[in-house]
């Protein structure tokens, strides 16, 4: 690493660091025109216990305001930062970001600690929050602080006692109600093993009679088990990032068809080119394996990447 490289990385972590000062700022201060330059135009707003829900600048405006109309003061104040900068994208980051929250919620004294987890992307020179995901630790009144600590119930923001959201449960603790725990571990371990490019470890998850079909295109594409296993051994010869993480799933009643909707977060061997898409995928067990996986995406994401590609190669 240069030293104008070790310069830069430094000026990057400090402003990337004003954020989360900014965006306190911007909460108490109710500054709507901050919270624009603070956030990215396609920006996802989220919280872990479904409260937050925003895709898009205008969304998380309007869900701020919303936020706002029940609050009365309110004091954020940022603690630490975690803070990775991407080695393969210049332009983006990710981070974890410890907090506190003072706030007056419909008359109610509170405090709340939280945990951010961000991803950060450089606009026109200028660091901004491209997606927020946030972790509650409590959230309840200052008089209940002593008591509800020690429970597992300590979001006591919206009436009715629920979970507090980090750290973060297993997986398998988090969804127990949807899903069988047998197949959602086989589902985490699934995609743990993708994003370690570790085949065998897929193919410990795959059943015998797999189909895995992509139903985006004129003609639907199948492929079976050991052309599923051949397409994994051509991802891990063309990505040095192949990062796709959960972000929900529900199942049916018996836990044998699981729905999922999840996020790539990939870079390519060849040129370093980012590939980021969004994903529906459907997944059918049997007995304690996949058997069937349907997967949407984006498929203008995926003729972008294949158009990066080319140039990176011209």
């Not at 200052?142 to 006692?161: H, I, K, N």
């Not at 004129?218 to 959960?246: G, Q, Y």
């Not at 009643?253 to 061997?269: E, F, I, L, M, P």
């Amino acid at each position: 690493m240069t030293l104008q490289d070790r310069i830069r990385a430094l000026e990057d972590r400090d402003e990337i660091r004003e954020l989360s000062t900014r965006y306190g700022l911007a909460m108490d201060e109710r500054d709507v025109a901050e919270v624009r330059r603070i956030f990215t135009d396609d920006a996802t707003l989220r919280s872990k216990d479904g409260v937050f829900a925003a895709e898009g600048l205008d969304a998380i405006i309007e869900t701020y305001e919303g936020r706002w109309a029940s609050l009365g003061p309110t004091f954020h104040v940022a603690h630490g930062q975690v803070l990775t900068l991407d080695p393969y994208d210049h332009d983006r980051a990710t981070g974890r970001v410890t907090a506190h929250a003072e706030v007056v919620r419909d008359g109610t004294t509170m405090v709340a600690a939280v945990v951010y987890e961000d991803v950060y992307r450089r606009v026109d020179g200028s660091w901004r929050i491209a997606d927020r995901n946030m972790g509650y630790f409590y959230y309840l009144p200052v008089e209940q602080y002593p008591s509800a600590l020690p429970l597992r119930d300590r979001m006591l923001a919206y009436g009715t006692p629920a979970p507090a959201t980090f750290p973060d449960p297993p997986l398998g603790q988090l969804m127990a109600a949807d899903v069988s725990r047998s197949n959602l571990t086989v589902l985490s371990q699934f995609f743990a093993s993708m994003a370690a490019f570790d085949v065998d470890g897929i193919a410990g998850c795959l059943h015998e009679d797999l189909v895995f079909e992509l139903p985006f295109k004129d003609e639907p594409t199948l492929r079976d088990r050991t052309a599923t296993l051949e397409m994994f051994r051509v991802i891990a010869e063309r990505f040095v990032r192949f990062d796709l993480t959960l972000v929900e799933v529900v199942s049916s009643s018996d836990g044998d068809v699981v729905a999922a909707r999840y996020t790539g977060d990939c870079v390519t061997s060849r040129g370093a080119v980012p590939y980021r898409n969004t994903y529906a995928g459907f997944f059918t067990f049997s007995d304690g394996r996949i058997i069937r996986w349907i997967e949407h995406a984006n498929p203008l994401t995926t003729e972008r990447l294949l158009r990066n590609l080319e140039a990176a190669d011209s």
